[in-house]
């Protein structure tokens, strides 16, 4: 694009400073890796191809698997563009042997490094999670002003109407995002030039993810029209990828770097980058609300892991059982967290868990065999059973020795611990 150091280094600032990047920070985390979107774009951007392209898309992709499922889904949709205009777009660039295996070793290193990390254990249940209460594939869309909306970011742009789901207000550019757009835009305009015909496969990806964004049921300023319905069979496979606003993540990077190519190439590097030093400062500015908002939720941590459960029970407990059940079993459950924190730190396993994805069938299964575990006393081997109802801890009571076994209230939860008091004897 250029070599001048300022541009370079108030781009890269800029491409950055985006809430996009900032709002991963305080939640959904393992999102915040969106430099493999970046990685995908510059390999995209690239012209020719050749062995180190091949090689750097398949492993791109197969780390990508690693990371996140949407993130998987962006990453893959920008490579299939490319691959694409290598093997197809552009006559004679790839041959079709290479470009078959290329495909072949991207799907198989997914397929993979997908099997490693535990994605197939996950029979059903794939629009299940925290947030399927609130709507499936159409409910999570990005409003086709939500790019300029400055939600409770921005210090100068007015909080926008919109359709009041998690993502909103995470997709704003900033005003430094949206003056590098209009810049781009009006150095267009000056000097007009098409865009180069290898890109246009990638333009098509990118199409593709911005309309899943926007979904069937198109929201300007939080008026909905739904454009097309769709069965329930449709809306329940893409329910996997419900929260589909995500999907403007590369749409966002990539009209920053055309922004920045377009000015570039009507004024020149050193131009630019005074530009977009600008540019930059007002973006700062501007963000200054929502990143002191992040900054307050995540700046005032510990160094530490504060212990939630504070009984000497616990850690006595954590020295004599090797598993912690939490009954009745749940995505989220009552205490899930304080549960889930005293398995960790004590190296225990334990079904207390926030998961993204759960198969409804297995959870009831496990809950029917942990009632019947309850009702006939038959507990497991040095297993700690904290109880998160009163009919699991009425089939405990029922069942459990008084002789033998504890059943106790620590820290606001009902525990059963088997064989307790006869190991204090």
């Known amino acids: 694009m250029t070599a001048d150091p300022l541009a370079r280094l108030a781009g890269a600032g ?59 889904v962006m990453v893959g949709v920008v490579w299939g563009g490319d691959w694409l205009r290598r093997a197809a777009w552009e006559r004679g660039l790839q041959a079709p042997g290479a470009a078959l295996l290329e495909a072949g070793a991207g799907f198989g290193g997914v397929l993979l490094a997908l ?27 990005l409003d086709l002003l939500a790019l300029f909306d400055g939600g409770t970011w921005s210090r100068f742009l007015p909080d926008l109407p919109d359709t009041g789901h998690w993502e909103t207000g995470g997709s704003y550019l900033g005003l430094g995002g949206v003056l590098v757009v209009l810049a781009g835009a009006f150095a267009c305009w000056r ?49 996997a990828v419900r929260n589909s606003e995500r999907m403007a993540m590369p749409v966002i990077y990539a009209l920053l770097l055309l922004g920045m190519a377009c000015c ?39 160094d530490g892991v504060p212990a939630r459960l504070a009984d000497p029970f616990w850690p006595e407990a954590a020295r004599v059982y090797r598993q912690v059940r939490a009954v009745p079993a749940g995505n989220i459950g009552a205490g899930w967290q304080s549960i889930a924190q005293f398995a960790m730190q004590a ?8 998961l ?11 809950r029917a065999r942990m009632a019947e575990v309850l009702r006939s006393g038959a507990y497991e081997p040095a297993t700690l059973y904290v109880l998160r109802d009163a009919e699991s801890l009425a089939l405990a009571r029922a069942s459990h020795d008084p002789a033998r076994d504890a059943i106790v209230q620590v820290d606001g939860y009902w525990v059963l611990a088997p064989g307790w008091r006869a190991r204090q004897r």
């Open 191 to 239: 000097r007009p030039g098409g865009l180069p015909r290898r890109l246009w496969p990638l333009v098509a990806a990118l199409g593709v993810l911005f309309a899943f964004a926007v979904t069937h049921r198109v929201a300007v300023a939080g008026h909905v029209v739904t454009l097309l319905p769709l069965s329930d069979q449709v809306l329940a496979v893409l329910g």
């Open 356 to 366: 993204a994805r759960v198969d409804g069938a297995v959870v009831a299964a496990l």
């Open 347 to 354: 190296g225990l396993p334990t079904d207390s868990v926030y």
């Open 264 to 302: 570039v190439r009507a004024w020149g590097g050193r131009v630019t980058g005074l530009v977009l030093a600008a540019l930059l400062v007002v973006q700062a500015v501007d963000l200054r609300p929502g990143v002191a908002a992040v900054r307050a939720m995540v700046a005032p941590a510990p």
């Open 14 to 72: 800029l491409l950055a400073m985006q809430p996009v990047w900032f709002n991963r920070m305080a939640g959904h985390v393992h999102l915040v890796a969106q430099w493999v979107l970046l990685a995908a774009l510059v390999l995209a951007l690239r012209p020719g191809g050749g062995t180190r392209r091949r090689l750097a898309w398949v492993g791109l992709v197969t780390l990508t698997s690693l990371l996140n499922p949407y993130l998987l």
């Open 115 to 141: 099997w490693c990390s535990g994605f197939f254990m996950l029979r059903g249940g794939f629009a299940s999670g925290s947030g399927s209460e609130f709507g499936t594939y159409g409910s999570w869309g």
